[in-house]
């Protein structure tokens, strides 16, 4: 898939482990999970709000394109 989810490093930049990050956000861990794993269709904006907000960050620090 040509769009990369790098949560995987923010959290680690952050020293946040998933499950606080679930918990502060409002969503389930099985959801993070998804979304970490790449294998969400979707992310609604006031969730990538959320995350960006909670790790203190931009959209693009979680999210990239890659054509590989």
């Known amino acids: 898939m040509p769009i990369i989810v790098n949560l995987d490093v923010m959290l680690a930049k952050r020293k946040m482990r998933s499950k606080d990050l679930a918990e502060k956000i ?3 861990t099985a959801n993070l999970s998804i979304l970490k794993s790449g ?3 979707a992310i609604r904006f ?3 709000e959320a995350i960006c907000k909670a790790l203190d960050c931009q959209p693009a620090d979680i999210l990239e394109y890659s054509e590989k």
């Open 46 to 48: 006031s969730t990538l």
């Open 26 to 28: 409002g969503i389930t």
């Open 39 to 41: 294998k969400a269709k």
